[in-house]
């Protein structure tokens, strides 16, 4: 019987950050593909489109029109799933139906006037200025006193539940700490009080020592594919700096956060000469008023795409009712994406 | 201000058996939709497919035909993920990576040799041959020393990953018990050590007298969309006796299962008039040769589709960093499927 070898034979690996677990099955890779083709949008699109309820000057849903906003621009969501003044209550019964009201804030951030672009498009300078309306976002809803967390993201792409190709992001700020980082803040704690030091920065310092999953890096980020990835090109960007939250960094941070989002993009669309598709997020420390000195900013990036343009991987029965499952290998990944830089 | 109602307001509910909240928006349901639309699967499928690798005859991956089956049919998968003979050994650096080899078995699970069915299209005493299989593959895998769980399910439909329309299901069965099950042993074990009775019966026992989210029930088995449901139309089936898994099914028992199975399989169907996609697993006893008292076997049903055949539900974004999220409430959902059966 030949020695276990990650990269051919069936293995779980942990993630230490959620504590949970992926199965990786490397052999499986080649397996041929009969299933669903995923339907690629049109590209060419204007520049500004009269219809698209994002761009400059149009009408949206709620009546109003928007500025002709020249760089960004945030506003309220039209269909927010939170609400800030949602009247508070809970409801229990037999200690086993439980519900509480949850309040909250949704807001769409637009990163540019021009509908033909997205991130991978834009200029390191424009994408700055995302970065900065970011920070601001942070800022001035974790000030608030019912809002204990921020969630930053962007789904980008068709596949991904996006409703238009229009660049733009999404904001649902909360009283209540979702479970993705409610984990992240217990796991980052218990290993700085073990170790008196940040579970990322340590992790870091692991990968650049390995140098087998490192995308690109610059003076500030590192651009890598986790150990335990679960999307076939899932990266994850980490700040060389033990930031833990987006309002600290300093203006070459956000310049080189800008670059390390823009070279990233660039590559992804390179991987299967297609917009590509993902989720992506930041998640950074909660804004529940407590210091959380072992919390360190990071964000992800979960594309679907596995074979092609058309073909995903599936996260259904197995994945849904056991453990996420991924076929090739995050070093395997990692070069794909490093050769593409 | 109007005071705290589940039917209207932003909240969020508890899973006790995952110890995970969901985010329920019910006012976000009128939201129009501009996104992606699935393309829905040709139907009229022939009764055999010369070039189905299911059908009875026909020739498989690896070389093999299959047998001229007449109700089921088990084989082990020829892409399988997980393998029996995978060398053992694990990977460590730093504590922060961290990787074991995995043990196990995948087997594909025909329910039917006719290529033109799924389950909604067959006779309960057919399902039955389905449960009897899943009963003997079970206690089969089971008893094997290195497999500690075995994970049951179906991927039904493109939508969720399927790539073959004939009717089957899978078997991953594997030396660890995955993240799921894992999760429900524990707030299980906990809820019966604290009562003494299994945290199953016990909700089963809230919902029959709340009676807001049933949607069928036979003198074995009870059908209803649990009050912490993250997909849409997710439904639960629950044996009315405290069955810690499959194994211990009486023959009565076997015919409600195939015929709960049946009844929320049509009604399925009958939602949008479409055949409805979901992925489905059954959660029962690890097979680790405990006994695990306080385990209450249930199956889990989880379908993508929320306004129509084609409109889904995407898990992006926010739920992929933060918690799921729903629209329509548990309760409007299910008086929606009971007014189907
Ligand atoms: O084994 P299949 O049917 O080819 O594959 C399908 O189910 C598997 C188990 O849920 C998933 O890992 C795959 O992504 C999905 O396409
Ligand atoms: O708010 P949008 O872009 O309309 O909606 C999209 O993102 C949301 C947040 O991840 C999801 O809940 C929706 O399912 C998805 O379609």
């Known amino acids: 019987m030949s020695s276990f070898d990650l990269a051919e034979h069936p293995h779980r690996r942990f993630n230490p950050l959620s504590g949970e677990w992926v199965l990786v099955s490397p052999h499986r890779a080649k397996r041929p593909w009969q299933g669903q083709q995923e339907e690629l949008p049109k590209e060419n699109r204007p520049q500004y489109d009269p219809k698209c309820y994002l761009c400059p000057t149009n009408e949206r849903a709620n009546g109003e029109h928007n500025p002709d906003y020249k760089s960004t621009y945030a506003f309220d969501n039209d269909f927010a799933a939170l609400q800030p003044g949602a009247p508070g209550g809970s409801f229990t019964k ?49 000030m608030l006193d019912f809002i204990n967390h921020v969630q930053i993201f962007e789904n980008k792409g068709q596949v991904m539940g996006s409703s238009n190709p229009h660049p733009h992001g999404q904001i649902w700020a909360q009283s209540s700490i979702p479970a993705g980082p409610a984990k992240e803040t217990a796991l980052q704690a218990a290993y700085y009080e073990q170790h008196q030091r940040s579970l990322l920065q340590d992790y870091l310092e692991l990968e650049l020592e390995e140098n087998k999953r490192i995308v690109y890096l610059n003076d500030h980020f590192v651009v890598l594919v986790p150990f335990w990835a679960v999307w076939p090109f899932e990266t994850l960007i980490l700040p060389r700096r033990h930031l833990q939250h987006i309002g600290q960094m300093d203006e070459a941070e956000k310049y080189a956060f800008a670059d390390a989002i823009k070279r990233l993009s660039v590559v992804y669309d390179r991987v299967f000469n297609v917009s590509f598709p993902y989720s992506a997020g930041i998640h950074q420390r909660p804004t529940d ?16 795409l596995l074979r092609s343009a058309s073909v995903k991987k599936f996260m259904v029965g197995y994945e849904m009712m056991g453990d996420p499952q991924r076929d090739i290998t995050p070093e395997t990944s990692a070069a794909r994406l490093k050769e593409l830089v």
């Open 289 to 304: 008023g407590q210091q959380h000195p072992s919390w360190h900013l990071h964000m992800h990036f979960y594309p679907p």
């Open 94 to 142: 037999g200690g086993l139906l439980q519900a509480e009201s949850e309040r909250g804030i949704c807001k769409v951030i637009c990163f540019s006037p021009r509908h033909d672009q997205t991130l991978s498009d834009m200029e390191v300078e424009e994408i700055r200025k995302v970065v900065d309306l970011w920070q601001q976002e942070y800022e001035e809803l974790g």
